[in-house]
């Protein structure tokens, strides 16, 4: 009998007279816990009786489903995975499968990787066999022990309400291979015949459904390592589901804008570790190669100067596509064909500095210049990390703007979740922890993907992630701006500006130029020398390293069960010099600083505060999780 296994923490394993005898949505527990909603239930009441069916017609009663697979390091869930032996090789043998419920389907603007269904006709959706096609690459690269089989991981797109061939056709259209290919119900018998050559009907399925969930996850590609590669030579990461989709909405619309000769803008919104900066270094290195004129540009110095510093380490010329969001105050309307702006919440009301003559002083928006800039503006952005005054990077305000102005809008939301070990629980549970998110903060549930730790001192915090250092993994510590921060000295030495109790560490180098063996502020995250400075959100944000530990300071206290902002305990000069006078929009900056530090980790996060109270709270809502 078919096996039906909830891939994650603790397994629910039905035979098929079980399975139909019980709602599936039920039974079985998500890898998080949490329970179906209805749409899911009804999704898979639908679609889970038919594979089982065709399953049991193939003869492959021994096979192991797993239902919504979760795909290593990211939020990310296959809707099937099919595991047991591979009939010709005698190897491991999986096939992902993506379950449709469209009857009808058909090319965006004759475009062939983006398609309509019914009832969404505004609302283009990635072709299926992209989707699942990119779920294969992605578990092929990071399941370590599927290293070197290339033949073990194959993938279907299974329109399974598809019954007219003539409803579905254009999707035939997309290039298929071995790891995306499109079956119908029409075409079930092909559908069928395909499992067969895929999976040996005489082997249970389970060793190698244990194998697969219980292999080594190979490192991810980490983002900085590879740039130089994406933006010069070939592409380096594979995009997934909304990423693909994000992509080659972009690569659609820089076509049609060339050939219509109209502006369209692109909004692309998604919380930390989404993959925003990797969609934007794909587009870079995809649109270049293609000969387009693009250009790169943040809000962000440190993000900025290492972009350019690593993408240009063999071809110095290549950091010049690297540029910041207050150089287009005299470009060329539509000079460029696609303008990437990465961080785009950070985008500020205007570009006018201390620095810029009266003759630029003319009170234009920041957001004006950008999108006129370039025939196809791309703004990447999570509004929630917004933590400047002045900064207006939300996608309310570019949508309207565009708008007003008569351009397309189009519009990709990421839920997907990469960083963080790709747990988008914990990332829930800190938005909620700090009020950003709707419903009362809640006891960490615990996720095997991330481990969450409260420290009960600084020594503890930085011995414990000094000890993952020498275990071969990154970490940095970094704290809210509650500590002056000094000049270095003249020997070259650093202020030990970050005093609690009878610990103190420095700040980071808050300069372009290194001080001594310290990196300079842009390299903090990246170079190895920069453990044992204290990070701060203008260097942490837009980085990522295996371990976070954050130092909560006396600027976010627990009170009353929630935490509430103090604004004399922050030091941070935009805020001291009363540059925003505001104590509400203080209070947001704060809780979306802290939501950044919080959210940098890919391993693990260890919080300690420097308030009792709060650390007496931190340790009761994680202690359950023990």
């Not at 489903?65 to 296959?78: D, Q």
């Not at 990071?142 to 329109?159: I, M, N, P, R």
Request: with cysteine; net charge neutral.
């Amino acid at each position: 009998m078919t096996l039906f296994r909830q891939s994650g923490a603790g397994f629910v394993m039905l035979t098929l007279e079980q399975q139909f005898e019980l709602r599936i949505a039920e039974q079985m527990r998500f890898h998080t816990g949490r329970r179906a909603a209805p749409a899911e239930v009804r999704s898979w009441e639908r679609s889970l009786p038919v594979l089982a069916q065709d399953l049991e017609q193939a003869g492959l009663g021994k096979v192991e489903v797993l239902v919504e697979h979760h795909l290593p390091l990211t939020s990310k869930r296959a809707d099937v995975v099919l595991a047991g032996r591979h009939p010709r090789t005698g190897g491991p043998s999986y096939v992902v499968v993506e379950l449709k419920q469209w009857s009808r389907a058909a090319a965006w603007e004759d475009d062939r990787e983006l398609v309509l269904i019914d009832g969404y006709s505004d609302a283009p959706r990635l072709h299926p066999v992209a989707q699942v096609r990119g779920y294969c690459d992605y578990l092929a690269d990071f399941t370590k022990f599927l290293d070197g089989q290339s033949d073990a991981v194959a993938g279907a797109a299974y329109l399974h309400n598809a019954m007219a061939e003539a409803d579905v056709r254009d999707l035939y259209d997309y290039p298929q291979d071995s790891r995306g290919q499109l079956f119908t119900g029409a075409r079930r018998h092909d559908f069928i015949e395909f499992l067969r050559s895929r999976l040996d009907p005489d082997v249970p399925g389970s060793p190698y459904a244990d194998q697969l969930i219980n292999s080594a996850v190979a490192p991810s590609k980490q983002l900085l390592a590879v740039a130089a590669d994406e933006v010069q030579r070939r592409e380096q990461f594979v995009l997934v589901a909304e990423q693909k989709l994000a992509h080659s909405l972009v690569v659609h619309e820089v076509e049609r804008a060339r050939r219509r000769d109209r502006k369209s803008v692109v909004i692309v919104t998604g919380g930390p570790g989404s993959g925003k900066s990797v969609i934007a270094l794909s587009l870079l290195g995809h649109l270049a190669r293609q000969g387009r004129s693009v250009l790169h540009a943040t809000g962000s110095r440190s993000f900025t100067l290492t972009l350019r510093g690593v993408a240009g380490k063999r071809a110095p010329r290549v950091e010049k596509m690297f540029k910041y969001f207050h150089q287009f105050m005299e470009a060329e309307p539509n000079d460029l064909d696609v303008l990437i702006l990465d961080e785009a919440h950070r985008i500020r009301q205007t570009s006018v500095s201390r620095f810029t003559p009266a003759s630029l002083r003319i009170g234009r928006q920041q957001v004006d210049e950008l999108i006129a800039a370039a025939r196809v503006p791309v703004f990447l952005l999570d509004k929630h990390q917004v933590v400047k005054p002045g900064e207006v990077g939300t996608p309310e305000e570019i949508s309207r703007y565009a708008a007003a102005h008569g351009f397309d809008v189009h519009r990709v939301d990421l839920d997907a979740q990469f960083r963080c070990g790709g747990s988008e629980e914990y990332v829930q549970w800190v938005q909620r922890l700090l009020g950003l998110a709707d419903g009362e903060p809640t006891d960490w549930p615990g996720d095997p993907a991330f481990e969450v730790r409260v420290a009960d001192s600084p020594e503890a915090m930085e011995a414990f992630l000094r000890g993952k250092l020498a275990a071969g993994y990154g970490a940095r510590m970094s704290a809210g701006y509650c500590w002056p921060w000094s000049k270095p000295r003249a020997d070259k030495t650093l202020v030990e500006d970050v005093q609690i109790s009878g610990w103190a560490r420095p700040w980071n180098v808050n300069s372009d130029r290194k001080v001594g063996d310290y990196p300079p502020a842009a390299l903090w995250a990246t170079d190895p020398n920069g453990f044992g400075q204290v990070g701060c959100i203008y260097t942490a944000q837009g980085f990522e390293y295996d371990w976070s530990g954050v130092i909560l300071g006396p600027d976010l206290v627990w009170r009353d069960g929630r935490f509430t902002t103090v604004r004399d305990a922050n030091k941070d000069p935009v805020f001291k010099n009363r540059k925003i006078t505001d104590d509400a929009a203080f209070d947001s900056l704060i809780r979306n600083t802290y939501k950044v530090l919080l959210t940098r980790g890919m391993t693990g996060t260890v919080l300690y505060s420097v308030d009792p109270e709060t650390r007496d709270a931190l340790h009761q809502l994680v202690s359950s999780a023990d």
